[in-house]
């Protein structure tokens, strides 16, 4: 059973910087994925990053581009998602999942990490 359980969310001022990690126990696949999303209230789910950890590519949604950056450390099976230039709409609770590489839907989700940012 995979498990995830994410860390690092917390009340920041806009402009300012939050590592998110994510901590995988239970994942005996050598190749997989691992995605963030964030659900801000009372709007839908959103993907924002992907990586890939058989050759550690990456992938931003578009909105967030230049501001978040996924990568991972697989000797400590933590991956992260670092958020630079904070901005109020993305005050959100930031869930980490994973997916096997050959499989487009995301399996087991994190509890998740609050991200508030004021303005």
């Known amino acids: 059973q995979v498990q995830l359980v994410e860390s690092g969310g917390g009340s920041v001022q806009a402009g300012g910087s939050l590592r998110l990690s994510c901590a995988v126990s239970?994942?005996?696949?050598?190749?997989?994925?691992m995605g963030w999303f964030r659900q801000a209230p009372e709007k839908q789910s959103e993907w924002v990053a992907t990586?890939?950890?058989?050759?550690?590519?990456?992938k931003n949604a578009d909105a967030v581009e230049g501001r978040f950056t996924i990568f991972a450390d697989n000797v400590k099976k933590l991956v992260y998602l670092e958020i630079d230039n904070l901005k109020p709409e993305d005050t959100a609770v930031y869930y980490c999942?994973?997916?096997?590489?050959?499989?487009?839907?995301?399996?087991?989700w994190g509890q998740g990490t609050q991200v508030t940012v004021s303005s």
């Open positions: 999942t994973w997916r096997p590489s050959d499989s487009s839907s995301w399996s087991q």
């Open positions: 239970g994942l005996t696949s050598s190749s997989y994925a």
């Open positions: 990586i890939i950890s058989a050759d550690g590519k990456t």
